[in-house]
């Protein structure tokens, strides 16, 4: 069954440095989404891309975070100058359509901060 | 957003039913209810989702109330690969997001 991959599995930076995260949805999915989890916390939704632009955000997603499809396989979750608080797993996903169609999710990549 | 209620964990022995409440009063008619899990360590996980009638796929059972305010997810017979965190989510047709509440944790015995 086709799957959702994300790379790496485990990223550590350092307080200010710019952190790329990235993802290959599954390929004739129109619908790509970020979400973050911290450690014992609820999963929360960041973004939603279609179209190569933006659909929707919520307000973690500030001016400190952006998306991008580079290519037609790729799609990355920039974070500029990470702060300690966003240490988190970060989880792609992506649909065939929205409203209704299911989200398939890949298995994260942790975000350290130190 | 319309919020869910669920039980914050249920217990189940395996191969037995295990039957998950989830309570959303608030529902509006073009709110579909829909299922996910996250097991240890993984992404969430897509299960069930419906609107009105009761649905079925190879993973679960879907059990809708007759006026919406409440659905049950049912796994059949409970393996210990079904211990997960199990959320209810109201998805409207015009947002792209889920909102994940706390979920049900469930925990499945030999």
């Known amino acids: 069954e086709p799957e959702v991959t994300q790379t790496p599995s485990h990223q550590v930076t350092q307080m200010g440095q710019e952190v790329i995260l990235r993802c290959v949805p599954i390929s004739n999915h129109l619908y790509f989404y970020w979400y973050r989890q911290i450690l014992g916390q609820k999963v929360e939704f960041l973004v939603s891309?279609?179209?190569?632009?933006?659909?929707?955000k919520s307000e973690i997603f500030d001016d400190q975070f952006s998306v991008e499809r580079p290519d037609g396989s790729n799609f990355t979750l920039k974070i500029r100058s990470t702060k300690l608080e966003d240490s988190a797993m970060y989880f792609c996903?992506?649909?065939?359509?929205?409203?209704?169609?299911?989200?398939?999710f890949g298995n994260g990549t942790r975000l350290t901060v130190t | 957003d319309a919020k869910t209620t669920q039980p914050n964990s249920m217990e189940s022995n395996e191969e037995e039913p295990v039957h998950l409440p989830c309570n959303h009063s608030?529902?509006?008619?073009?709110?579909?209810i829909h299922w996910y899990r996250q097991l240890p360590s993984q992404g969430p996980e897509y299960v069930i989702h419906?609107?009105?009638s009761n649905v079925n796929n190879r993973m679960a059972s879907l059990a809708i109330a007759e006026d919406r305010k409440s659905s049950t997810l049912i796994l059949h017979r409970a393996t210990l690969r079904d211990a997960a965190v199990y959320y209810c989510?109201?998805?409207?047709?015009?947002?792209?997001?889920?909102?994940f509440g706390t979920g049900t944790r469930l925990q499945v015995f030999p």
């Open positions: 608030t529902i509006s008619g073009t709110d579909y």
């Open positions: 419906g609107l009105t």
């Open positions: 989510i109201l998805r409207g047709h015009n947002t792209d997001k889920l909102i």
């Open positions: 996903a992506s649909s065939e359509d929205r409203g209704n169609s299911p989200l398939h």
């Open positions: 891309f279609y179209n190569n632009e933006i659909s929707e």
